[in-house]
Nanobody, 125 residues
Framework: QVQLVESGGGLVQAGGPLRLSCAAS????????MGWFRQAPGKEREFVAA????????IYADSVKGRFTISRDNDKNTVYLQMNSLKPEDTAVYYC??????????????????WGSGTQVTVSS
């Protein structure tokens, strides 16, 4: 079992950057594909980005493509989400998740086995 803890959330002005981190403990992170999801108030949780076990493959939601970058440092057991050019509609609780079964990350929430408790990101206009 792996435990995930997100950090780096906060309040930022529109157009600004923010970097989220997801630290893993319990098992080696390199055994998992990793994903970031988010949930805005009153909305369902949605896919943001995912990265393969080695970090060589990444996928993004269309809404963040070109603005967000997912990366990982397996030596530090940490996954990152660099968010640039933030918009008010990016306001949400951001969750990281670990997928044991798939080498590459997927869009599908149900395929992830472990979840963090989330970190709040608020973008002011």
């Amino acid at each position: 079992q792996v435990q995930l803890v997100e950090s780096g959330g906060g309040l930022v002005q529109a157009g600004g950057p923010l970097r989220l981190s997801c630290a893993a403990s319990g098992r080696t992170l390199s055994n998992y594909a990793m994903g970031w999801f988010r949930q805005a108030p009153g909305k369902e949780r949605e896919f943001v980005a995912a990265i393969s076990r080695s970090g060589g493959n990444t996928i993004y939601a269309d809404s963040v493509k070109g603005r967000f970058t997912i990366s990982r440092d397996n030596d530090k057991n940490t996954v990152y989400l660099q968010m640039n050019s933030l918009k008010p509609e990016d306001t949400a609780v951001y969750y990281c998740a670990a997928d044991w079964d798939n080498y590459s990350g997927t869009y599908y929430e149900y395929q992830y086995d472990y979840w963090g408790s989330g970190t709040q990101v608020t973008v002011s206009s």
